[in-house]
Each structure stands twice: as structure tokens, then as C-alpha cells.
């Protein structure tokens, strides 16, 4: 499930460097920390420029901060990954209300994980968070695992996020490479080609474990993020604001409107749907979307078989009778490596059996909010009840 949701903007969280036993981090994924000088400027007093602005301008009062639990520097990292802060920050605090510790998540059903996540996309995420916290109480006693190379083996858990809560919650110096960081290393040592390239990222996790300061890896990690978002911006980065500004490469150059390279540029398919919105006595008929692939595990409208007649199909498919069909208006959503144009259509229906095939349920106009819908299905959903032009979620006649 890929609904876009904004640039990244950062990720983790705390900036004051905990007190816990420091974690001894020995690099073993692909080309850690360790590897050749990669390019000039000299990396010496980059962490250090860094960690001196951070405290000056650096974020310090967002939610997740100010913590070394790692339960909820985990559930930040994972809401904040392809998701802006102000986005994130509302899902944050009502997860935490519903599941104030790791082990009311994992004892949670997926279904209520999934309702509470509905509308912030990227629903693997959700899946993964359930099984984490499960793994975590099954594999680990409840306690999150301290080394970055053991919490980078739970699932919905990569690298860059496993060093994050490392370095915030057990004292590890382990670098990150998230997307702030990324284009901050690009820019700053004027690297070259798609930073999700693989060959381009190897150099940039080298680079970033040559970086990493002895101590402070907390400040200088959160000193990262926090340029990338608010300095180093993808737009119009301010330069005359930055603590790199004498030794940037893009900078010098006059190329920081080119670096980092972007994605190079692929034709995005376009795909069509057609949804059927059931209506029955104020209420939809709505069905759980297999686990795997788009919208996994959540609820959604129908999907129409391709030259399918609709009124039949849904006769027999659904055992009722269809009084009267109309269209809705359509929608388009796009998916990372897909754009999807939706067609919804309106079936007023009277059910004939009282027998429900599994996975289906008749959800009640007033129950929607609380429902774990994809945001364009909540999208037609909500412009369906606006327009007041359908007999959907009107009571009876
Ligand atoms: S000088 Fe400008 S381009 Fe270079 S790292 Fe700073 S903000 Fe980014």
C-alpha cells in the first residue's frame, strides 16, 4: 500500500543523550562505518558544526522527543517515515492513549492497529508495528533489543531506523541515512546520482559511518534530521542559515538546485476501478481487503470485475436485489508506482438472505469515522454523505 503522503521530514526524536550503558555498534551491513575517505571537503568538524547549531536551532520540543523509551522513538520513527511531522504528530498521540506500552499494542487485534492508522497511508507500516511489538514480547521479554543489528532484524524495522533507536534510546554512535540526510550528504559533498541507487547509497552509508562522532550521536543524528528539515529543505534550501555553508560543494557550486539527483523519471501507468457503494437502510456494504498488496487488511468498497455488468454481478455476488444504479464522481489517487482512477457506483439494494459470505459486514453511516478505510475510499465515503444526493446513509424512506 503506497498512498503519498508528503516528503519526508524527519524522523527521530530525542536530542538530550542518555544516560544508559553505551552500545559498542560494530558495522555489518553492506558498507558500514570504517570505509575510505569519500570525497572533500575533510569530514573533520562536520558532526561537530552540527551538534553546536542543533543547539541552537534544532527542534527540541516535538512530542517523541525528550524520551529514551524506545517504544515510542520506534512508533515515531515508523509514523514519521514518508510522513510529515504535522501529519504524524495527531496519529502519535492517539496511538499512545489507545496503547500506552508496547505490550497493549501487541496484545491489540490487527483490525483496531489498522482502524486507528486509517488515513496515514503506507499501511504495511501498521501491519509491520503489530508484529513488531508481538516479536518484541514473544522473541525478546518485552524489552526492545539494544543493538542496532538485532532491532534491524524485527519486522517493519530498516538500517537507518534500527541505528535511530539505538542512538536515541541506548547511547549507540550508529549513523543514519534517512531522506534528510541524504540530500544533506549530497549536497554538502557534492555526491553524484540517485541517492536510492544502490551504488550511490553504499557510499552514502560509508561516508555517513565516517561522520559519526565518538560521542553526542543522539544530538548529531536528531542535528541531521532537524537541518535537512527545516535548513537543507528539497525546495529552496537556506544556505545563508546553514552551519555547512563554507564547505558545501552544491553550495560553491551553484548546484543545489541539482543535488541530491532525483528519481530517474519513469511513465507512471494509470489503472481504473470501479468501487460499488452498497447502500441499504443507511448503511455500506464493505469488505476486508486481502492481507497482501493494496489497502492489505483494511476495509474497502467492492472492486468490479473488469466488463462485468454491475447490477448483475452484485445480484449474485451479494445475494440481493438491486433496485436502482447510479455513478458517482470519480476520483484519482496515486500510488507510488501506479496512478488510480476510481469509478464509483451507487447500488441501492435490498438483501435477500440474511447470510453474510466472511469478510463482509454493513457498516452504518454514523460507524464510518471509526472504520479503518483507505483514504479515497473515506474520500468517496465523505463526499457521498456531503452531497446528500444518494439514499447512502439515509435512514429508510
Ligand atoms: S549550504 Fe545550503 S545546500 Fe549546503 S548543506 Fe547547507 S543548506 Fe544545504
Redesign the pocket.
Do not use: G, I, S, Y
Given at each position: 500500500m503506497s498512498v503519498p503522503a508528503g516528503p519526508p521530514q524527519g524522523n527521530a526524536v530525542k536530542t538530550m543523550e542518555p544516560r544508559q550503558r553505551r552500545t559498542v555498534v560494530t558495522p555489518s551491513h553492506g558498507e558500514g562505518a570504517g570505509g575510505k575517505a569519500v570525497s572533500s571537503p575533510q569530514p573533520r568538524g562536520f558532526a561537530a558544526r552540527l551538534i553546536r547549531w542543533h543547539k541552537r536551532h534544532g527542534r527540541h520540543d516535538m512530542p517523541w522527543q525528550n524520551t529514551t523509551d524506545p517504544y515510542r522513538v520506534w512508533l515515531s520513527e515508523i509514523m514519521l517515515q514518508q510522513t510529515q511531522v504535522t501529519t504524524a504528530t495527531p496519529y502519535y498521540e492517539r496511538f499512545l492513549r489507545h496503547f500506552p506500552r508496547l505490550a497493549d499494542l501487541a496484545a491489540a487485534p490487527v483490525e483496531e492497529v489498522m482502524a486507528l492508522w486509517s488515513g496515514l497511508g503506507y499501511y504495511a507500516r501498521a501491519r509491520n508495528l503489530h508484529a513488531c511489538a508481538q516479536a518484541v514480547m514473544r522473541e525478546h521479554g518485552g524489552e526492545f533489543p539494544r543493538h542496532p543489528d538485532v532491532i534491524a532484524g524485527l519486522p517493519g524495522i530498516g538500517r537507518s531506523t534500527a541505528n535511530s533507536i539505538a542512538t536515541f534510546c541506548f547511547g549507540a554512535q550508529a549513523p543514519i541515512l534517512d531522506g534528510n540526510v541524504k540530500?544533506?550528504l549530497c549536497?554538502?559533498f557534492g555526491i553524484e546520482g540517485f541517492p536510492g541507487n544502490s551504488v550511490v547509497e553504499k557510499r552514502l552509508w560509508r561516508l555517513a559511518g565516517e561522520l559519526m562522532p565518538k560521542r553526542e550521536g543522539g544530538v548529531y543524528n536528531q542535528a541531521q534530521m532537524d537541518?535537512g528539515a527545516t535548513?537543507?529543505t528539497r525546495g529552496k534550501?537556506?544556505?545563508d542559515?546553514?552551519?555547512?555553508?563554507d564547505i558545501?560543494?552544491?553550495?560553491a557550486a551553484g548546484r543545489?538546485g541539482e543535488?541530491p539527483e532525483p528519481k530517474p523519471r519513469k511513465t507512471i501507468p494509470q489503472r481504473e476501478a470501479t468501487l460499488l457503494v452498497l447502500c441499504h437502510d443507511g448503511r455500506i456494504l464493505l469488505e476486508t481487503r486481502p492481507p497482501a498488496g493494496i489497502w492489505g487488511g483494511l476495509l474497502s468498497l467492492p472492486e468490479l470485475p473488469e466488463a462485468t455488468d454491475a447490477r448483475q454481478w452484485a445480484a449474485q455476488r451479494f445475494a440481493c436485489r438491486v433496485i436502482a444504479v447510479a455513478p458517482a464522481p470519480t476520483l484519482e489517487h496515486a500510488f507510488s508506482h501506479f496512478r488510480l482512477r476510481i469509478s464509483p457506483l451507487l447500488l441501492d439494494v435490498e438483501p435477500q438472505s440474511a447470510a453474510m459470505e466472511s469478510g463482509l459486514r454493513w457498516i452504518a453511516g454514523d460507524d464510518l469515522a471509526a472504520a479503518a478505510l483507505p483514504a479515497p475510499v473515506r474520500r468517496i465515503l465523505e463526499a457521498l454523505q456531503a452531497s446528500g444526493s444518494s439514499p447512502l446513509l439515509s435512514r429508510k424512506r
Open positions: 540530500r544533506v549536497r554538502a537541518l535548513v537543507c534550501p537556506r544556505c542559515a546553514c552551519p555547512l555553508d558545501c560543494v552544491a553550495r543545489t543535488l
